[in-house]
């Protein structure tokens, strides 16, 4: 099946700084999206991005798609930001997660 | 609307119980999925149902069953689980692959099933 890697597993941030969070994967996909679960375990989602570049407020993301792999960025982190950030790719209706980034934001 | 509910939000089962995981949807989407998720991994397929029938099985035990009455509603009945499937289960629906929709293949959420065995 499709294997699907993050890096980091684990970053902690001092409020304001930047980051990239990487996700790859190991075959064509039709969906890939950026999740972030937050502590009571809601995924909320952050972007639909199957191919180029999207931004949402000081979130934004992009995947090479030819390239199987995608980038989210995260700028001036609050410590809001905090929890597990997933990426997941989907072929068929079958999603599969990676394993995660756990972010902390320290204030 | 793009809300996916689960009820209820918490269930503690002993071992010999029979109980079920609701899930609905009303954003007219034709899949629907469940994902169980033990604490610190990610979550893990178990069903997807497209149109209504099941069209992927994670080879999940049986006392794992899911049901589909109708295009908006998804169940998973319980029975003779173990401890060990103490977890989170989640409820997700999106449109299957070709459907052309604004929002793309877009997969939502739930808030998902808290669920602990005793």
Known sequence: GIQVEQSPPDLILQEGANSTLRCNFSDSVNNLQWFHQNPWGQLINLFYIPSGTKQNGRLSATTVATERYSLLYISSSQTTDSGVYFCAVEIDNDMRFGAGTRLTVKP | ?118
Not at chain 2, 4 to 19: A, D, E, S, Y
Not at chain 2, 71 to 96: G, I, K, M, R, W
Not at chain 2, 103 to 114: D, L, Q, R
């Open chain 2, 1 to 118: 609307d793009t809300e996916v509910t689960q009820t209820p939000k918490h269930l503690v089962m002993g071992m010999t119980n029979k109980k079920s995981l609701k899930c609905e949807q009303h954003m007219g989407h034709r899949a629907m999925y469940w994902y169980k998720q033990k604490a610190k991994k990610p979550p893990e397929l178990m069903f997807v149902y497209s149109y209504e029938k099941l069209s992927i099985n994670e080879s999940v035990p049986s006392r794992f069953s899911p049901e589909c009455p109708n295009s908006s509603l998804l169940n998973l009945h319980l029975h003779a689980l173990q401890p060990e499937d103490s977890a989170l289960y989640l409820c997700a629906s999106s449109q299957p692959p070709g459907v052309p929709t604004t929002a793309g293949n877009t997969i939502y959420f739930g808030e998902g099933s808290w669920l602990t065995v005793v």
